[in-house]
């Protein structure tokens, strides 16, 4: 069982800048690969980026260049960088981690991107 609290999300003008953290508890957090992904309003959740147990790093390509995906495994922390951020990337940002069949979510950070 992993549990996900995800932090960081806020209001931000366009063209900022945010950092989002995912704490995870429970054991074996390097083993899984871990995602970001986000809902916006009357819209489909969608993948944003994915960093996998050996590191490998994948985007959406509305993001590719301005977020950033990383893991800390000592401690079990998750992050994304989201640089020039842009009205349209307002949305609730969830935490993933998954394993095998197993997959684990967090609660949610509102992120919105406002002037």
């Known amino acids: 069982q992993v549990q996900l609290v995800e932090s960081g999300g806020g209001l931000v003008q366009p063209g900022g800048s945010l950092r989002l953290s995912c704490a995870a508890s429970?054991?074996?957090?390097?083993?899984?690969?871990m995602g970001w992904y986000r809902q916006a309003p009357a819209k489909q959740r969608e993948l944003v980026a994915r960093?996998?147990?050996?590191?490998?790093?994948n985007y959406v390509d509305s993001v590719k260049g301005r977020f950033t995906i990383s893991r800390d495994n000592a401690k079990n922390t998750v992050y994304l960088q989201m640089n020039s951020l842009k009205p349209e990337d307002t949305a609730v940002y969830y935490c993933?981690?998954?394993?095998?069949?197993?997959?684990?979510w967090g609660q949610g950070t509102q992120v919105t991107v406002s002037s």
């Open positions: 960093i996998s147990s050996s590191g490998s790093t």
């Open positions: 993933n981690a998954a394993r095998y069949t197993s997959s684990y």
């Open positions: 429970g054991s074996g957090f390097s083993t899984y690969a």
